[in-house]
């Protein structure tokens, strides 16, 4: 390889490792018989989440898909909780008849902790 070559691939190595990513939220709808609802509490603004309802319901007929961008950098276990766990009231998630909830903050940060996704961990991706 000349050495531009080199250089270009460094170059395009250094930029990519060095950059933040972006933090998203997601949540997808995989399948027709699954519904997942995400209930923000009642006393959080809810323009962070870009909504118009305290309810943010997802399922393949009518809204397939969820995502929004929090800013730079990946999701720690603080950015998290300062502006998810705090925000959201309960996750309900409906599959082939069989209902899963996380309703206590602990057991909400938690299972979105478990949803962190791509090797900085800057998605959190709930789909069912």
């Keep these: 390889m000349n050495s531009v070559v ?17 933090r998203v939220f997601q949540v997808k ?19 962070l989440f870009g909504i118009q309802t305290h309810t943010l319901r997802v399922s393949l007929a009518e809204n397939p898909e969820y995502k929004i961008h929090f800013g730079i950098g990946s999701w720690t276990e603080a950015e998290i909780y300062q502006v998810l766990t705090s925000s959201i009231d309960s996750i309900i998630i409906y599959q082939n008849l069989e209902k899963k909830m996380y309703k206590s903050p602990k057991d909400i940060h938690n299972y979105l902790k478990s949803q962190r996704r791509i090797f900085h961990k800057n998605v959190i991706l709930i789909e069912k």
């Design 6 to 22: 080199k250089f270009s691939l460094l170059m395009t190595i250094i930029l990519l490792l060095g950059c933040d990513p972006v």
């Design 29 to 47: 709808a995989l399948k027709e018989e699954s519904e997942l609802y995400v209930y923000l509490k009642k006393s959080k603004d809810i323009s």
